[in-house]
């Protein structure tokens, strides 16, 4: 894509009400815009890094767990909230119908989901069955000043598993855990991200999180180098040890960390209250065991600049960059053309700035918006038949040769 | 993908206060669930098929129109609607937030986009500018009786163009009537579609619609056969002639129609409001001119089925079916399941019913499923080595060799 023909632009400067680093980078690459606290659009290159998050995930669900792709709408009756006993959470918006009808908009998909897989299940043949769905959620936050971490709209996955029994649950959630992992090291936070012991709230005795180390994080967690898990604030306030190997609090290493995904054994929780049941061999009827799988979407693009970015600017790891390379024309407009068409004939997804601007200014907003290979064409480079290529996350540029560049390029993106 | 697997069912029967075709059959096929009046869940097979529709549109906006895509939130604060004078259009759904604030669910985004493009528009350089989502939208619809045509949630593609002048604006309006028409050809009712004449609203004479005609649709249209362009109700009932080539109400041809999109050229209706101008060559600030289009992805779905399905279930067009390929095991499993193989490693989009059903039972599913090809594998194929194929639109069934069926196949989808 041609810079000169984005329509969003680059600022220096944020508001400063906007605290967030995630926020305040995000806003000034132009990856997204603020329409009111909590709630962001995506511009082209902020959906560009949404939409490769979505396919890794959505990889994942369908490969890894072969589950299965819906999607539920965002405007719920009330009164299945009344069944469950959840019509009294506070971060539920509340809408009426014109026609008559209480609504919320939905901050999860449990009063949908189990309802919509009863009109299909029936037998024990049927289970185990996992569906997910990547969908926009409304959470009433009082507080929204986490820029894209904690959204009152925002963009999840949320994953939904049927069992026969706790056992198919288990075996289950444990290859979950293991899925998840590799979905954050997918997204390039993988090294810095830990299951966490997490309260079950009040049906299961303990839930997880992951969560990605990070000093700006909002949660406390507590790690065990024994165990590689860790544990969370609530948790080792009650325990004050750790809950798998009994190691005193003392010797456990205090981390903030952000959460990036969470996972619940709901059990019966749900399925009771709407008669979710089916049929085992013996032709009676028990209730569906039922675990649920979160990733917050747009949380994680915001956990991403947290973690990785550094004094100038966002770092995208390689499989979530907006695009792989940055092609920066520094005066030298007619060889950057050519490479930049070799580029889109091999089919390489990059960003051309071609923009009348001063080689500093382009090489300022290069590393602000963070696209991991950035490619200079300029006369001193051309003096050499060459490009300097660097990689963000590097200090040291590279000289390579043009007609070795697409090889270059290939092998490192 | 395995039907055995598909957690959705087909029905024989579905409710009787559903009356619309298009949901009656999605509902029997299990592509979608009715969550309430006017809200459906897309299943498996239903998302499919609006993943492809979203596909095709995306690539007319991309790559005909050069449209930038974002995507902006549900959730709009009521005060741009007081900018606009639209707070108190009836179809808006209306909410809290927690904080303190009003807000209403996006039925339209103009609202949003203004505001958005007003912090990166500065120069005429700067225009023209398409900007393009696809994203849910809210509209509190008194009656939602017409399944997913007119849904109270519904996915839609809106666009927006940005223009320095009217000239600018109508060429670019030109240029949208014409992608639209080849996206309804692409999406497979191109041939039944037709550029209407509408009523412009308080800022323009004339909006456009593009009308589907189908005898269960909503609207009235009349045809011009000369003009090759239709004329809705309300235009008609002023003008009682064709305002093009001033032919006689009478010699028009009446038409039941459903509206498969419309574009409106909004010059500065929104503009001004919001005070979105730029700076002209001679550095003087002006309103920028706007367009806005839209296409109802859901809706589109649902005009599909009623104007293409029969007697016996859906026929889906090539482009948008959620499979390419039935394959039906008739007692052949063996047999099948190497064809399954074979199809998948060439990448071919296959369903494939390995359930055990009976023979009978599987042929009525698959014409109710309304996939282009169907693919019968059994006894009787395999004593002459061959598969039956059978396109849903056509009568005839064919025996295709088992060593030529990949080929017959990739020449036919």
């Known amino acids: 894509m041609r810079q000169s023909i984005l329509f969003t632009k680059t600022k220096k400067e944020v508001e400063k009400n906007e605290v967030s680093q995630n926020a305040r980078l995000l806003l000034r690459g132009g990856y997204i815009n603020k329409e009111m606290a909590g709630v962001y659009s995506f511009l082209p290159l902020g959906l560009r890094v949404i939409r490769k998050i979505e396919n890794v995930i959505r990889e994942e669900m369908k490969n890894s767990l072969g ?9 719920h009756p009330l009164s299945n909230y009344k069944k469950t006993g959840r019509e009294k959470i506070d971060v539920l918006f509340h809408t009426k119908l014109n026609s008559g009808g209480d609504l919320v908009l939905g901050q999860s998909h449990e009063e949908i989901v189990v309802p919509l897989f009863k009109k299909f299940v029936s037998s024990y043949k049927d289970l185990p069955c996992g569906i997910f769905q990547i969908q926009t959620k409304f959470r009433n936050e009082l507080r929204a000043k986490s820029g894209i971490l904690r959204g009152r709209e925002f963009l999840m996955k949320d994953l939904y598993s ?9 075996e289950y959630y444990e290859r979950v855990k293991e899925v998840y992992l590799r979905i954050y090291k997918r997204l390039g936070i993988g090294e810095k991200t830990y299951i966490t012991l997490a309260s079950g709230g009040t049906f299961s005795k303990y839930s997880h ?6 000093n700006s994080g909002e949660d406390d967690i507590y790690l065990c180098k024994d165990c590689k898990i860790a544990i969370n604030k609530e948790i080792i306030e009650t325990t004050k040890r750790c809950p798998k190997c009994k190691k005193d609090i003392s010797d456990l290493e205090e ?3 952000i959460e990036v995904g969470n996972i619940f054994p709901l059990y019966t929780r749900f399925s009771k209250p709407f008669g979710l049941t089916y049929k085992d061999k013996e032709g009676k009827e028990n209730l569906v065991v039922m675990g649920c799988y979160g990733i917050g979407i747009s949380r994680v693009m915001g956990a991403v600049v947290e973690v990785l970015s550094d004094e100038r600017g966002i770092v995208w790891p390689k499989n979530i960059a907006p695009f792989s390379v940055h ?3 520094l005066n030298a407009d007619k060889e950057a053309e050519k490479l930049y068409n070799l580029f889109l004939q091999e089919g390489i997804d990059i960003l051309f700035d071609d923009r009348e601007k001063r080689p500093g200014e382009k090489l300022i907003e290069s590393d602000l918006l963070g696209i991991p290979l950035r490619i200079v064409v ?3 480079t051309l003096e050499k038949d060459s490009v300097e290529i660097k990689k963000r996350e590097k200090e040291e540029e590279e000289f390579v040769k043009i007609n070795e560049v697409i090889k270059y390029v290939q092998k490192n993106i």
């Open 67 to 75: 589950a299965q792709e819906i999607v539920m709408p965002a405007l």
């Open 255 to 257: 981390k903030k960390a």
């Open 209 to 214: 999180e992951f969560q990605t180390i990070t």
């Open 162 to 170: 049927f069992h026969e029994n706790e056992n198919s649950l288990h």
């Open 327 to 329: 092609l920066l024309s």
């Open 378 to 380: 300029s006369g001193k």
